[in-house]
């Protein structure tokens, strides 16, 4: 049984001193209206930080980027995507500082969403792979100009943050978006991806795919922000599994000095 007064996500959670980002902030909206206490998967015991979703022990607060980029993201999440512990999309906002995070809903889209989608400083992408578009005309596999592109504008990534079957659910049914060009990832800098990572699998965590986005913009802060996306994903994978499986955070791993040579400048 759960008692009415405890947080609905982790029993016991610790303040990291840090301000809360998009994705939090939406976290902590969802819990709200939350109608069933929502458990990670760890169970009820013991203790995670609000900053990370890792346990106090293994918290990598100290450690999280916030660069500013030349491009932004929006994420577009997945009802219970926010209260996921091991939602890659956190991982994006604690990089750039430039991310917005919004709940998804076909017939009532967040006025803030809508909003941001109108402002003539961003240019909106929707990122999704072209073979499952259709009509294939809005498919674009980099960000040379377009017609109808905003003149001047950054890129803005809008990633729809869910399991596949829930992604393609909300790409097909989300009519605000169908005005964007959709960015499809090339082949060949998947496969240059899944050679770095020796990654086997097909599909992508959301911070991946970010990762793949910031390398096109041929801006010197947005490449840099995407190699350090990719070590702080290795970086919270191992701490995740260092704490379950109760072993001591690893301060010198292999990781954590790929993150701190890709934090430094010009690296
Ligand atoms: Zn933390």
């Known amino acids: 049984m759960h008692s009415p007064q405890l947080p609905?996500?982790?029993l016991t959670s610790v303040d990291p001193g840090l301000p809360p980002h998009a994705v939090s902030r939406l976290r902590t909206q969802r819990l709200a209206r939350s109608t069933r206490p929502f458990l990670s998967r760890g169970g009820p015991r013991g203790e995670r930080c609000e900053g990370c979703r890792l346990r106090p022990s293994?918290?990598?607060c100290a450690l999280r980027p916030m660069l500013e980029t030349g491009a932004g993201f929006c994420l577009v999440m997945h009802d219970a995507e926010p209260l996921k512990p091991s939602n890659t999309g956190w991982l994006i906002a604690d990089v750039v500082c430039d991310t917005w995070a919004f709940g998804w809903s076909r017939t009532e889209p967040d006025a803030a969403l809508l909003a941001l989608l109108e402002d003539a400083r961003w240019q909106p992408y929707v990122v999704f792979p072209g073979e499952f578009?259709?009509?294939p005309g809005r498919v674009v596999h980099d960000l040379a100009p377009h017609e109808g592109a905003r003149p001047g504008a950054r890129p803005l990534f809008i990633l729809l943050d869910a399991t596949w079957p829930e992604a393609r659910k909300m790409f097909r049914k989300s009519p605000y978006l169908d005005r964007f060009p959709v960015l499809s990832l090339r082949p060949e800098q998947v496969s240059g991806y899944r050679l770095r990572r020796s990654q086997r699998s097909d599909h992508f965590c959301t911070s991946e795919v970010a990762a793949l986005c910031l390398e096109l913009?041929?801006?010197?802060h947005d490449a840099q922000a995407g190699r350090v996306l990719e070590s702080y994903l290795q970086v919270f994978s191992e701490r995740y599994l260092q704490a379950k499986n109760q072993?001591?955070?690893e301060v010198h791993s292999v990781a954590m000095q790929a993150l701190c040579s890709a934090m430094r400048p010009e690296s």
Do not use: E, I, N
């Open 58 to 60: 293994h918290c990598l």
């Open 217 to 220: 913009t041929g801006d010197t």
């Open 8 to 10: 609905l996500s982790f």
């Open 247 to 249: 072993k001591p955070p």
């Open 133 to 135: 578009v259709s009509p």
